[in-house]
């Protein structure tokens, strides 16, 4: 017998009015696959992209959802996983046994949800791309975001010193200041790749993990030590025209006719001892044995209270329209979170 389930479906892209609240069939598990009962879900930016239609590969109609944590359904043990096909804004989800980690005792649903992906791309940046060490200082771009407020968190709980956020709005540096950051910047400073040598001692910032691309990316370069680092995260290719508000549009390297372009050479890196690196939480994701060393660790410092995932606000399915515009106006901090057992 068929059993059935809300999930919000997209069937045509476009903005969050596209997205509907529907009953359809439960999936069917494939090969390597369970049935995990959803608790929570997240929205990710990865959700916004597929939404408008920017992954044209994506079949509809489609459930979005890169991520979810709950009950699997054939042993009952907590488990979040992450979903690169979709299908996490549903009550029950097939997730690869592959990509799903078990939740100890003493984390909950939230943090666990936080930390598996979004904390585990924060720890890749600042521990796998950059090589941090103790001691080292660090910069952190979009340091009231997702993955951001954990790079912050990480960097302190690593030994990092000084560490150094960037948040656009007085409300965010507050933020970011509480997660025990040492000094919080406006990324729209004209004169920011200074602001970040003269935060670093003035010979420099050691590491930089940057999210936006574009402006910042060029006062990041700018900004960095000799032997200094910086870590390009989450960029893709776009059409923002905009390159210093890093909608995606921007590139690292590239020929200066490129719009959006933020162009280096490899003189220029060997001139001043600087590298530059990306990080795509894909590859942790493919090395199982790395993915859950990732995770374990991530678990045991939230456990220590030196890992907090902020939770913005939690919406019900149907209200995940609002959640994405929210998300897309850069008026959230945190994780944003959908109980999608929830109906008010």
């Known amino acids: ?37 959803v608790t929570l879900t997240g ?13 044209p590969e994506l079949p509809l109609p489609a459930v979005l959802g890169v991520e ?3 009950r699997r359904r054939t042993d009952g043990q907590r488990v979040v996983a992450l979903l690169r096909q979709g299908g996490g804004y549903a009550e029950v989800v ?43 200082s660090v910069a952190v771009s979009a340091a009231a975001g997702g993955v951001g407020h954990l790079a912050v968190q990480l960097a302190v709980a690593l030994g ?57 990316a060029r006062a990041a370069l700018a900004g960095l030590a000799p032997f200094g680092r910086l870590v390009c995260l989450g960029w893709r290719p776009g059409t923002s025209g905009d390159p210093g508000t ?9 020929t200066e006719d490129q719009a ?8 220029q890196l060997a001139e001043r001892s600087i590298g530059c690196a990306g990080f795509w939480m894909r590859h942790v994701v493919d090395d199982r044995e790395l993915l859950c060393g990732i995770v374990g660790r991530l678990f045991e410092l939230a456990a220590q209270g030196q890992l907090t995932v902020h939770v913005d606000r939690t919406v019900a399915l149907h209200e995940v329209g609002a959640a994405h515009a929210a998300v897309a106006a850069r008026a959230t901090s945190g994780k944003v979170l959908i109980d999608v057992r929830r109906e008010v």
């Open 43 to 55: 929205v990710n930016f990865d959700d916004l992209e597929r939404c408008a239609g920017a992954q």
């Open 68 to 70: 979810a944590v709950g």
């Open 246 to 254: 890093g909608g995606g549009g921007d590139m690292l390297v590239g």
């Open 1 to 37: 017998m068929t059993r059935f389930m809300r999930a919000v479906v997209l069937r045509r892209p476009g903005g969050p009015e596209a997205l509907r609240v529907e009953r359809i069939p439960e999936p069917s598990p494939g090969v390597g696959e369970s049935l995990i009962e």
């Open 260 to 267: 959006g372009v933020v162009a280096v050479t490899t003189a």
């Open 160 to 216: 990092a010193s000084p560490v150094i956020g960037l948040a656009s709005t007085s409300a965010k540096r507050q933020f970011v200041t509480t997660l025990g950051a040492d000094l919080v910047l406006d990324p729209a400073d004209p004169e920011l790749a200074d602001r970040v040598r003269e935060a670093a001692g003035g010979g420099g910032v050691d590491l930089f993990v940057d999210s936006v691309g574009g402006a910042v």
């Open 94 to 136: 097939a997730a690869p046994e592959a990509h799903t980690v078990e939740i100890p005792a003493g984390i909950g649903d939230p943090q666990a949800l936080g930390l598996f992906e979004q904390g585990s791309t924060a720890y890749g940046a600042l521990s796998l791309a950059g090589r941090l060490r103790a001691g080292e």
